[in-house]
């Protein structure tokens, strides 16, 4: 089993900046891909940014420039520095993790999310 635990969410005025963090815990053996996705209200969950195992990053294209993905793999955490929000970046963000555990087993896990709200 493994656990993810999210945090840094909140309330922030358009223009400023907001670090999100998503820890994992349990049985993991390797971790590969870390990444964060967003869902706003009424609309699907997209992808917001992603980092590999060997450090490449994709972003998508409302973010670029703007955020950051990073993660330090000793403390199996992966990082989102947000910055200049705007008020469309306001939603639930997730974080998901891809790896192997214990067992040998694959597995992808999904944090239980934290608000983001970006007010005009």
């Known amino acids: 089993q493994v656990q993810l635990v999210e945090s840094g969410g909140g309330l922030v005025q358009a223009g400023g900046s907001l670090r999100l963090s998503c820890a994992a815990s349990g049985s993991i053996s390797v971790i590969n891909a870390m990444g964060w996705h967003r869902q706003a209200p009424g609309k699907q969950r997209e992808l917001v940014a992603v980092?590999?195992?060997?450090?490449?990053?994709n972003y998508a294209d409302s973010v670029k420039g703007r955020f950051t993905i990073s993660r330090d793999n000793a403390k199996n955490t992966v990082y989102l520095q947000m910055n200049s929000l705007k008020p469309e970046d306001t939603a639930v963000y997730y974080c998901n993790v891809d790896g192997v555990d214990y067992f040998s087993s694959t597995f992808k896990y999904w944090g239980q999310g934290t608000q983001v709200t970006v007010s005009s």
């Open positions: 980092i590999g195992s060997g450090g490449n990053t």
